[in-house]
């Protein structure tokens, strides 16, 4: 599966790939623009919080928006930038929350890993291998929500729930995606973060969670078996066979001279 997760991701990303660079550029205006523009006010702390919390809050907006879209993307959907920007609208409060909860835990654990270390001693060591492992277990859950958000019905509580569910019950492939992003991150640094980038990403999250999602579609077409047999002998070449035939038609051939096929 992780073979035909990566093909699909390239040639979907290959099709939208405006729309990423698009994605991209945006994130890219938000982030950097507002804290560059928060900077320019520093002499102001007032002007100066109001712009890099608007910034801020308005990051998660956008964020969730790119994953609605690449999520229909993934589905063999074309993506619609009338339909993107109207997204917007249905994420003002959640988008927020989403980008507030990321930072604290991005910015929380890693001071308290540090921090139970700097403790020394067996006691400091075991607490900062606790905490190192409760941040580890939260990163590779939590990168399933925008996914969760785009793919699936629910409020914010209800689809953080279904990240660990998904985390726990895949906890091999959940790594498998934290190393891929990673790979992608490091990869768009050489263009400046505009290809594949975020958006690049968001859209691999998004194809993954797909994948998975027909393995639970699947167990559930066969309720005479128990939740762990089933999951244990899921048949992943007929699960995923509309899949790898979608992605066994195209070439890299195609995609250059598309002309030619």
């Known amino acids: 599966m992780k073979g035909l997760l990566i093909r699909k991701a390239f040639y979907d990303g290959w099709d939208s790939v405006l729309f990423l660079l698009l994605g991209n550029i945006l994130l890219f205006v938000v982030a950097f623009g507002g804290f560059a523009l928060a900077h320019l006010t520093a002499p102001t702390f007032g002007i100066f919080l109001t712009i890099l919390a608007i910034a801020i809050l308005l990051l998660g907006v956008v964020l969730l928006s790119v994953s609605d879209e690449l999520a229909r993307v993934s589905a063999f959907q074309p993506f619609s930038l009338k339909r993107f920007f109207l997204s917007m609208k249905k994420y003002l409060l959640l988008g ?28 400091g060591t075991v607490l900062g291998l606790i905490m ?21 019905e629910g409020n914010f509580v209800k689809a953080l729930k279904k990240c660990f569910i998904i985390f726990f019950d895949n906890p091999g492939f959940s790594l498998f995606m934290l190393l891929y992003s990673l790979v992608i991150l490091v990869l768009s640094m050489i263009p400046f973060l505009l290809l594949p980038g975020i958006s690049g990403i968001l859209l691999a999250q998004n194809e993954a969670f797909r994948l998975l999602m027909r393995k639970y579609d699947w167990m559930e077409e066969h309720p005479e078996l128990d939740f762990a047999t089933a999951r244990k002998n899921v048949p992943w070449d007929e699960v ?17 001279f598309p002309w030619r096929d």
């Open 132 to 152: 190192f492992w409760i941040s580890l277990i939260f990163y590779l859950a939590f990168q399933w929500f925008l996914p969760v958000k785009s793919q699936l």
């Open 96 to 123: 927020p929350l989403y980008i507030l909860i990321f930072i604290f835990f991005l910015v929380l654990f890693p001071l308290a890993v540090y921090w139970y270390f700097s403790l020394g001693g067996l006691l």
């Open 240 to 256: 995923l066979s509309e899949e790898y035939d979608a992605v066994d038609s195209r070439s890299l051939k195609g995609l250059i």
